[in-house]
């Protein structure tokens, strides 16, 4: 399992990094990123420049948009090239939209989180009946959306309401520890690409500290008896 590190630093880089489904390892040259099933892979093409983030992360392997940024289905089959640190940051937020930022918050123990039940009391207009939401949908919505394998790789962070209720009974305990790689658990048996040469890496976290527009969106559909269960 890799270590937690105690300050994701261009200084502080002696091994790979996982970042959700990616990796980062660092050389004279600047730092390479990849899909984390691809490291082993010498085959492939190679693109440079934090902009070019933007399109690696917009589609899946299918070509279909990836509305979700941390859902765990980036697409395989591409190496990028960045020469220095700003580039490597500003290339994960594309990837991972916000959560450096959340992490390093976090890390400084400054990282506020919001129960599902106060976001959804909060919200107006069409999305305001997703507060009617009973416990035992919620139940449901979170353990199916929020699940690591084929719906998001954060872990989450916050409670179901102000009792401090868990989001879900039906996730695993794993799903709520920040220490826990998410995309190991979310990865099929034949995808988890064996690295025995490289240094032990280290991974940093996607942590959830407040319910998502997408999973309010699902509320509001499973009062509405609109929802289908994905699969």
């Given amino acids: 399992m890799p270590r937690l590190p105690g300050n994701f630093s261009e200084n502080g880089m002696a091994a790979p990094v996982y970042f959700g489904q990616i990796v980062i390892t660092k050389s004279d040259a600047g730092f390479t990123v990849c899909h984390r099933d691809d490291q082993a892979r010498d085959d492939l093409p190679t693109f440079c420049g934090a902009e070019a983030a933007v399109n690696l992360a917009k589609f899946d392997d299918a070509g279909n948009y990836r509305p979700l940024k941390t859902a765990p289905n980036l697409r395989h089959g591409w190496r990028l090239h960045l020469r220095q640190w700003e580039e490597l940051t500003r290339a994960l937020d594309y990837f991972y939209p916000g959560r450096l930022a959340v992490f390093a918050a976090w890390q400084r123990g400054e990282l506020p989180t919001t129960s599902l039940r106060e976001t959804l009391d909060r919200q107006s207009g069409m ?34 309401d102000r009792s401090g209720a868990l989001a879900s009974t039906k996730l695993p305990k794993e799903k709520y520890d920040p220490h826990f790689d998410q995309a190991r658990a979310a990865a099929a048996p034949g995808r988890r690409v064996k690295t025995p040469h490289l240094p032990m890496p280290t991974f940093v976290p996607l942590l959830c500290q407040e319910p998502c527009n997408f999973l309010v969106a699902e509320c509001r559909r499973a009062v509405k008896g609109e929802r289908v269960p994905q699969s």
Wanted: glycine letters at 6%; proline letters at 0%.
């Fill in 127 to 160: 999305y305001r009946v997703a507060a009617k939401i009973s416990d035992h949908q919620i139940n449901d919505v979170v353990a199916d959306f929020c699940r690591s394998d084929g719906g998001c790789l954060r872990a989450i962070l916050w409670k179901r």
